[in-house]
């Protein structure tokens, strides 16, 4: 096979009717064919789906003996059909019939250079093989019907109906019929002879008058064909075709729009559109045409997807009109043919007869039209009634009398066919674009601005003038068109996103007034002068352009006691209100003023007071106060939580509505008006007599049987949230009589309303309508509307038990006698969240209540104006913590009220280590035990709705590891967020205490921005407020959520970027612009159309060409005379010139693909612009690129004396880039390098301001290298000096800056390829393309590298690296057949071979392909929260001088891009988790169901080379933890993660920590 076996399966699929279908798979390139039959069943309710018979391997070996004598017995290990390349079906057979491109059975697939030719005549002798095998699989025979021979680069079929199958190869395009017989080859350019079998040479045609001929080749391409006649063909890089059949010929009309950063096409799905919306209609015309003259009825319209896997995928809309004359299309245009007279589609033939159908009218038109005479013909009449208005080409050419290859012909006529009429495309417009990264490569770390304000003070560099932002990871992704780079971050991180920052203390919650410009904080203690602090935005001017915080003074803006007009009280000052009180929530009424939620901070009895506040003439007066417990029970006991306030219209009037949990179990809802209404509500409980208590306090038996309330929720949704789809009627016979209904009902609740216009009519409009009328409403006789919100309470029960109630519009009515919608499980971790309570299990060993839970939506933002987006892309969301920290996180389904939950990969509890850390700061005294067990029983929301940050809706989680809850294209996604300076978990168990969404003047165009409150390092207690302006960075049209947690921003460059590093010198890069140096490539087309006319006469070239045969004669004498062959080099030679020769006739000379190099300099503040760049020759390849300092050694290699002093040694800053150089005559002479240094040199201030570029890029040396092209650049630090390793071929050179030039001092020879070079201390890992690892150390000494072990398994290298964990080191290596190994050095291991060989320890099956492994410190639980580490950790080192000791707190991992747009990372384990994770890993594979009953154990068996003797003799080590395998844990249920736990002889406690650790660990960022 060309491929491996268990990739490149190509399936075709033939269905006749909607219940059959046959499916055929080829497997591995063309080691077998199976064929299956698929039907589809019928079943009750959801059990209908397709069902497959037993595969029929296709005879393949009997097969091929039916299409002719071999010259040579087929081997038995062959099929004999060679490789099969493409496959088909075709139409108009009672029986399937299945086409297959196959490569000739006795000479195999053709490759370039070794296409066989009879002398004299023009072809190739090899061509590829279509063969029509019909089928029937039940009775599992088969048949070859016929064989025919196609050019040998053939790529693909293509179905085209009744019509047979198209035949795409790289230089033509054909069609077979059903009976086999070939028609007329389209060229695509003039090289097609070359690889065309000499029996098709006479059917070769270019593309018909007046289109233009074409030099393209379709190497690449993809084809979708839209019905018999047409289809769209995209080439390689994105330029679109339209491919169409009149007649009998077929064309190409180029559309002349490119898909932009598609990179590579390689899928083209073509879906044509029956009822058109008339927001399309618009958008899909083209706006130049002239709308008047065109109906509906002559236009098709559709949607076009081009997918790519190196770049974006683009969806598109076209327009087509089919069968357009040239005459109006000249009145139209004036740019084809000539102005003449068209005849109506009637026959009117001056002396023929009409013929006897449509077929034959077709045929015979072509015939006269291929035929017709000339003018220029003596003695024939022209026809000038023709209907044809197309004149004969003008360039039709008289062949010459001497042959392509020397033999005589007759001079005959060419003539080009010629078109009458055709099919043209209106408009291509661009609808949709999905951003993709495409191919990762190996990146670095840098930052993208200067550091905040806040940090010019500076803890971490405060010698620098403008210190540099926080860092973030930069990958080259994408190729070609969609090249460019992957800022790889998450929210908090960036500081271009921040508009200012304070420091405060004791603060224990914030909320924004944006309407007002404040900021409300509510102070922790009772020792702090008032209970709310008031801050007012302030937006400062310049260059540092942001928002200050400036704290209001309560007694200026305050006023005095006041009397309430109503009832007639004497109201409290705001000013006693703020300092007495606690502050438990608030929200912003607009011009109302704003509400608050208060409890009294020195009274004996709990007192909580909702107080409604005004501002009029700059002072604040109080206008209502409303006591919670006057109109309700007093047994309530103390408020344990607030829902965030909710603004909603009751009864014509403003009002708010909030929900609180009491220490009773009992749960309340106040709606309070601006106009002083005030009602309070409560959720009952039936278990009374206990108040809630500790785990240990309750009995075990009961608590399950508790209904207590521990979590409220208020929140708004559209009606129909909790409205059942199936009718009410549970009939079955009505269930069956009306499926259709049922089914339209379904696709209604799944579109939006565009989708329900597109793919509905009115008939199922009306069936739509009389069906909502049988669905279960929320509301016992109401509709459903999905317009209108309604109000709804949710109460989570210490059961687990979900309840969610109505709150009626009319305070009259009140919540619901019962609730809408309820299911159990909740907080216990669930799968699905339904009111089926079937099979549902309580925890055994576990005591757990949802102590917090939110619904809220996520996705776009749903704007006032109307512009709203597709509610596709918008989830409705449920997230529930529970009592011990984890998470839950669900979203809605979409054809029901329950609720799915979306895995996270993630553990959301605090950790083992943050508890020890924390018992360490309470024995040494730094955290006191106030500060760990506050009095007030109240929990703070640590769950946070928004709407409308940066134009999205989510949710942000401030748990003990801070997330982001969003939705990307409607799917539910997590970010992690991060916080400057924070300090180390532990003193806090959380690290950001508030979060509120929206301030006044902060907003930048649009976006809307945030607020949070984070622990920062310093003493205990210290804190800083960040305001942001939003994160446009990560939802912007090129930003995309890759998954764990991360966020991408795609910057598009338009080239292949090879490699970037950052300019780390504070001379060169500052904070204002930080400077890249980046290798890219740009990807052309080489224009070949000097190839076209080689600028001789036919009397030259006919001369030419006997003096080659003359040279040919005399060499064959010399061969006679001295006994060696005559197909040598030189006569192949000959023959390449003599089948490359480009036949006008048929077309020209495609382009080529080629590649131009570049360094760019680029400056990542002002749009990564291009500051400076050098352009390197042509058919040079830059093959590797570093950034480093050199010594300067003045003295000469071999000296006696040493001059070189340490203390006074200079350093300079290079660029230096390693490249090879290629003739244009390829692999027939051998490579050669060059080592080029460039050196980096910053402009003056003066200069910039002038316009002059912030940097100047000087090429300052440049050395040939002659033993191969230079593959790997490396800086080498010994003895206080610079120098540079070079590997090219097999050398490794160690070079010496000095004088101006690099002098050898040191070498080690390799024996293939070097590949790549990792350095640490003076030890080398060298990697060898084709000969695995080497290990070496370098001696100072003597200056010698000398080896001390090596893999001696012959293993193609494509990536290495190495990690660490303690004094334990290991080397990884990433071969071609993506598996992933482990080694070490290990002298002492009998496996050694007494200190020889690298001893493998680990290896595992990868399925992804990397060219560069990368390291980076993995964090503990105790620093993953900060984006600045460095702080962290200084801070971490004061508190606990220990920390950094133990091996687990000194590991070392690796991160790596894959080829398919993937991100991976490795690290290292201890023994004990090790192997509690093997165990968990072993017991997860079996318990749980894999994608597909797929083996995911034998998906990661390391996959053994085929190369001879690369077989390895003992068994697969394994010894490798799948982490995406044993993550799954953190999401299943509580349950379940006890049976697992007690499966493996361990806790749920003790594996979740595990996992936590090590998703900590490989958190790169």
């Avoid at 009772?526 to 704290?551: A, D, F, M, W, Y």
């Avoid at 009626?808 to 919608?821: E, F, N, T």
């Amino acid at each position: 096979s060309i491929t491996p076996l268990e990739q490149d399966l190509i399936a075709a699929l033939e269905q006749k009717s909607s219940n059959v279908a046959t499916l055929t798979i080829i497997l591995g390139g063309g080691v077998a064919v199976a064929s299956v039959c698929l039907q589809f069943v019928h079943g009750r309710n959801s059990n209908s789906g397709w069902s497959a018979t037993e595969p029929y391997l296709l005879p393949l070996a009997t097969l091929h003996q039916t299409l002719g004598t071999s010259n040579e017995s087929t081997p038995a290990i062959s099929h004999g059909m060679g490789d099969i390349i493409s496959a088909s079906f075709l139409s108009g057979y009672l029986e399937p019939t299945l086409v297959l491109l196959h490569a000739n059975k006795d000479h195999g697939r053709g490759c370039s250079g070794r296409l066989g030719r009879p002398e004299g005549e023009g072809g190739t002798q090899y061509g590829m093989i279509v063969t029509a095998i019909s089928l029937t699989v039940v009775h599992r025979r088969s048949a070859v019907l016929w064989s025919v021979e196609v050019p040998a680069d053939a790529l693909s079929l293509h179905a085209v109906g009744e019509r047979g199958v198209l035949v795409m190869s790289v230089n033509s395009i054909l069609q077979v019929n059903n009976a086999g017989r070939i028609g007329p080859v389209l060229s695509v350019n003039g090289w097609v002879q070359t690889t065309c079998p000499t029996s098709l040479l006479e059917k070769l045609q270019p593309n018909p008058w007046p289109l233009p001929k074409l030099a393209v080749q379709l190497d690449g391409a993809r084809l979708s064909i839209l019905s018999e006649k047409v289809g769209i063909l995209c080439l390689r890089q994105g330029q679109l075709y339209l491919l169409q059949h009149l007649g009998d010929t077929w064309s190409l009309m180029p559309l002349g729009t490119t898909l932009g950063a598609i990179g590579q096409i390689s899928s083209l799905l073509l879906l044509p559109l029956a009822d058109v919306p008339r927001v399309m209609i618009s958008k899909l015309l083209d706006s130049n045409s002239n709308k008047k003259q065109l109906s509906m009825e002559m236009l098709s319209m559709g949607l076009l997807f081009a997918g790519s896997r190196l770049g974006d995928s683009s969806l598109l809309g076209y327009t087509l009109e089919a069968d357009v004359k040239f005459t109006d299309k000249v009145k139209q245009e004036g740019s084809l043919g000539k102005k003449q007279k068209i005849e109506e589609d009637t026959w009117d033939y001056p002396g023929t007869a009409s013929p006897a159908n449509e077929h034959e009218f077709i045929l015979q038109r072509e015939e006269d039209a291929l035929y017709a005479p000339t003018e220029e013909d003596e003695g024939v009449e022209l026809i000038t009634e023709f209907p044809d208005v197309i004149p004969p080409s003008s360039d039709e050419e008289m062949e010459e009398s001497t042959g392509i290859h020397g033999c005589t012909v007759a001079v005959k006529k060419r003539s080009r066919p010629r078109l009458a009429k055709l099919t043209v495309v209106r408009s291509v417009t661009s609808i949709d674009t999905l951003i993709a990264l495409g191919p990762v490569g190996a990146g670095c770390e840098g930052p993208l601005s200067m550091a905040c304000a806040a940090d010019t003070e500076s803890i971490i560099t405060p010698n620098l003038s403008t210190p540099l932002g926080s860092t973030v990871r930069i990958f080259p992704c994408g190729y070609g068109s969609s090249g460019g780079l992957a800022l790889l971050t998450v929210p908090g991180r960036d500081d271009r996103s921040i508009l200012g920052e304070a420091d405060c203390l004791n603060a224990q919650c914030i909320f924004s007034l944006p309407s007002h410009g404040l900021l409300l904080v509510g102070m922790a203690g009772s020792h702090t002068e008032n209970g709310v602090s008031v801050l007012r935005t302030k937006r400062t001017e310049g260059p540092n352009e942001g928002i200050e915080l400036v704290e209001v003074n309560l007694v200026e803006w305050c006023s005095e006691e006041e009397q309430d007009k109503k009832s007639k009280f004497v109201l409290e000052s705001p000013l006693s209100i703020f300092r007495d009180n606690s502050l438990l929530q608030a929200t912003d009424l607009g011009e109302d003023g704003f509400m608050v939620l208060v409890k009294g901070r020195d009274d004996c009895e709990p007192r909580y007071s909702v107080i409604l506040f005004a501002e009029v003439d700059g002072r604040l007066i109080t206008k209502h106060d409303f006591s919670l417990l006057d109109n309700t029970d007093l047994s309530l006991g103390s408020m344990l939580s607030a829902t965030p306030m909710v603004s909603h219209k009751q009864s014509g009037n403003n009002v708010v509505t909030f929900g609180c949990t009491w220490t009773s179990g009992k749960a309340t809802v106040s709606t309070i008006g601006v106009s002083g209404l005030f009602e309070t509500q409560t959720v009952e409980c039936t278990d009374e007599s206990h108040m809630i208590k500790t785990e240990h306090e309750i009995d075990d038996e009961k608590y399950y049987q508790s209904d207590k309330i521990h979590a409220v929720d208020v929140f708004l949704a559209p009606t129909n949230t909790f409205v059942s789809i199936e009718p009410s009627s549970s009939d079955p016979i009505a269930e069956k009589a009306q499926p259709e209904a049922d089914l339209v009902v379904s696709a209604e609740l799944e579109f939006d309303g565009e989708d329900a216009e597109l793919y509905q009519d009115e008939s199922s409009d009306a069936i739509l309508a009389e069906k909502a009328k049988t669905w279960k409403a929320a509301d016992p006789g109401e509709n459903p509307s999905d317009n209108e919100d309604n109000l709804y309470v949710a109460v989570c029960r210490q059961s687990g038990l979900l309840q969610v109630f109505t709150l009626s519009a009319d305070s009259r009515q009140g919540l619901s006698s019962a609730p809408v919608w309820e299911s159990p499980g909740c907080g216990h971790g669930a799968s699905i969240l339904s009111s089926d309570i079937s099979a549902r299990r309580n925890p055994r060993m576990h005591q757990v209540y949802a102590r917090e839970m939110r619904f809220f939506f996520s996705g776009p933002t749903q704007l006032i104006s109307g512009d709203l987006e597709p509610t596709n892309f918008r989830s409705f969301n449920l997230i529930v913590e529970n009592s011990n920290g984890d998470t839950s996180f669900y979203e809605k389904c979409k054809d029901s009220s329950s609720f799915a939950r979306v895995p996270l990969h993630d553990v959301a509890r605090p950790s083992k280590e943050e508890s020890r850390h924390r018992t360490k700061l309470r024995r040494k005294g730094i955290l006191g035990k106030s500060e760990v067990d506050p009095v007030s029983l109240f929990h703070f929301n640590r769950l946070h709705p928004f709407i409308g940050i940066s134009g999205q809706d989510g949710l942000f989680a401030a748990t003990s590891r801070p997330l982001w809850f969003m939705s990307e294209r409607g799917s539910p996604v997590v970010l992690c967020h991060r916080a400057r300076h924070v300090a180390p978990a532990g003193g806090n168990p959380f690290p950001v205490v508030g979060f509120c969404v929206g301030l006044k003047g902060e907003n930048v165009g649009t976006e809307r921005g945030f607020v949070t409150l984070h622990e920062r390092i310093g003493r205990v207690g210290s804190q800083r407020l960040t305001i942001f302006r939003g994160m446009s960075y990560l939802l912007s049209p090129q930003g995309l959520f890759p998954g764990g947690g991360f966020g991408l921003e795609k910057i598009s460059l338009g080239v292949t970027v090879r490699s970037i590093k950052f300019i780390d010198d504070s001379t060169i890069s500052t904070g204002e612009h930080p400077l890249y140096a980046v290798l890219v490539s740009r990807e052309i087309e080489a224009d070949q159309s000097e190839l076209n006319d080689d600028g001789l006469t036919p009397e030259e070239r006919q001369q030419k060409k006997e003096e080659k045969d003359a040279e040919k004669v005399k060499r064959q004498v010399e061969a006679d005379l001295g006994g060696f062959d005559l197909e040598q080099e030189w006569v192949e030679e000959i023959e390449r010139e003599d089948c490359f020769e480009v036949d006008m006739y048929l077309g020209g000379s495609p382009a080529i693909q080629k590649r131009e190099y570049a360094l760019w300099i680029v400056d990542a503040s002002n749009s990564w612009n291009v500051v400076d760049s050098h352009e390197f020759e042509e058919f040079e390849h830059c093959m590797t690129m570093e950034v480093f300092s050199l010594t300067e050694v003045n003295e000469e290699p071999g000296a006696n004396t040493n001059t070189f002093e340490e203390e006074n040694a200079t350093n300079t800053l290079f660029i230096s880039i390693g490249t090879g150089t290629v003739d244009k005559d390829g692999e027939d002479v051998s490579s050669k390098g060059r080592v080029l240094l460039f050196e980096l040199k910053r402009q003056s201030e003066t200069s910039t301001t002038l316009g002059s570029p912030v940097a100047d890029l000087s090429l300052v040396y440049e050395k040939d290298i002659l033993h191969g092209a230079v593959t790997s650049l490396s800086c080498l630090t010994c003895g206080g000096r610079n120098r540079l390793v070079i590997g090219a071929g097999a050398d490794i050179n160690v070079e010496q800056w000095g004088n101006g030039r690099l002098t050898q001092v040191g070498f080690f020879r390799a024996n293939m390829q070097i590949l790549d070079i990792f350095l640490f201390k003076t030890f080398f890992l060298l990697s060898d393309a084709y000969d695995s690892l080497y290990f070496l150390v370098w001696r100072e000494s003597d200056k010698s590298l000398t080896l001390l072990a090596k893999d001696y398994e012959p293993i193609p290298v494509y990536a290495a690296g190495i990690m660490s964990r303690g004094g334990s080191m290991t080397f990884l290596c990433h071969d071609d057949r993506q598996n992933l190994q482990f080694f070490q050095y290990s002298p002492g291991d009998p496996a050694a071979r007494g200190g020889n060989k690298l001893v493998c320890r680990a290896d595992i099956h990868l399925g992804s392909q990397t060219v560069g492994i990368q390291n980076y410190c993995c964090k503990s639980s105790l620093l993953v929260n900060s984006a600045t580490p460095r702080s962290s950790l200084a801070a971490l080192k004061q508190q606990d001088p220990l920390f950094g000791r133990s091996d687990d707190d000194q590991k070392l991992g690796v991160y790596f891009g894959t080829s398919d747009g993937g991100m991976h990372s490795v690290v290292p384990v201890s023994e004990p988790v090790f192997w509690r994770l093997t165990a968990l890993q072993s017991v997860i594979a079996n318990a749980l169901e894999s994608d597909c009953s797929l083996s995911h154990r034998a998906w990661r068996l390391y996959r053994r080379t085929p190369r001879r003797g690369g077989c390895r003799n003992h068994d697969r080590k394994k010894s490798v933890i799948d982490g995406d395998l044993v993550m799954q844990y953190a999401d299943l249920p509580l349950p379940d993660q006890e049976d697992l736990a007690s499966a493996i002889g361990s806790t749920v406690e003790l594996v979740l920590d595990n996992l936590l650790e090590l998703r900590c660990s490989n958190m790169i960022i």
